[in-house]
């Protein structure tokens, strides 16, 4: 069994893998204010909730987007598990093929989606990840990753939104009954939720265009729940996609990753 961990800018999603199986997917907040062992703390609590003996874990694998964190939770893990984890980045094999200006100024998250995108659902692909910001990934029919975008994610620009004007007030995210908001709360809902699902079918119609030919879509990230359900394209919800990716990386990387500590 191994723990996979992606640091992400507003969670880190944390998961126990074992081949193909995944015994839970949970999400807790980023904070680098938190010292090594309040993540000891974190992490050991998450692995007790749900059962998971912690002498069965003999690996992990961590990607990350706040690089401020990764010694931090590198020292924690080292400290729980006696494990050294595998980090996702220069020198570790994925097996994608990445066609871009700087390969190695894509984020990691981006590369184990993609690498799972592929395992499980083939390409041509496209990839979407909803969290801080939404990001959408593109791999074409010949299994390269050719690129992408980065738009402001769904709480960000209801934040803005919010903190920017004087009279709308904070609302929860969930669809309005009606796309014609007949008061201030259901426009805003509408807004954002149909606001955000239209901008997502707009792209994903503009890639399409772009390529030439029609791909599979996949979604995930901590919001896309809240959002892909309200899309008039066909996209797949996978909450575990991150996850599944870091478990094929790990076990590519399979006799670098497994180094205990003692």
Do not use: W
Request: charged share 20%.
């Amino acid at each position: 069994m191994i723990l996979a961990v992606d640091i992400g800018n507003t969670n880190i999603v944390i998961g126990c893998i074992e081949q193909e199986k995944i015994y839970f997917v949970e999400r807790t907040s980023t904070d680098i204010a938190k010292t090594e062992l309040e993540y000891v703390v974190e992490f050991k609590i998450l692995l007790e909730l749900y059962r998971i003996d912690m002498k069965e874990i003999t690996g992990c694998i961590i990607s990350s987007v706040v690089p401020p964190l990764n010694n931090i939770v590198r020292s924690a893990i080292e400290k729980l598990l006696h494990i050294a984890p595998l980090f996702v980045g220069p020198g570790v094999k994925t097996g994608l093929n990445i066609l871009m200006d700087n390969p190695a100024q894509v984020g990691s998250d981006l590369i184990v989606n993609a690498v799972a995108g592929l395992q499980y659902y083939g390409a041509p692909i496209i990839l979407i990840d909803m969290g801080t910001a939404t990001t959408i990934s593109v791999v074409d029919e010949k299994k390269n990753y050719v690129g992408g975008m980065i738009l402001p994610g769904v709480k960000v620009s209801l934040d803005s939104l919010v903190n920017r004007t004087s009279q709308l007030p904070k609302i929860s995210l969930e669809a309005p009954k009606k796309v014609v908001g007949k008061n201030t709360i259901d426009c805003m809902k509408s807004g954002i939720v149909m606001g955000q699902a239209s901008c997502l079918d707009g792209m994903i119609e503009r890639i399409f265009e772009e390529l030439g030919y029609e791909a599979a879509v996949v979604a995930t990230g901590g919001l896309a729940g809240c959002i892909v359900p309200h899309c008039k394209k066909k996209i797949i919800h996978d909450n575990e996609l991150t996850l599944k990716g870091l478990g094929l990386i790990y076990r590519k990387n399979a006799e670098q990753a497994e180094k205990q500590i003692f």
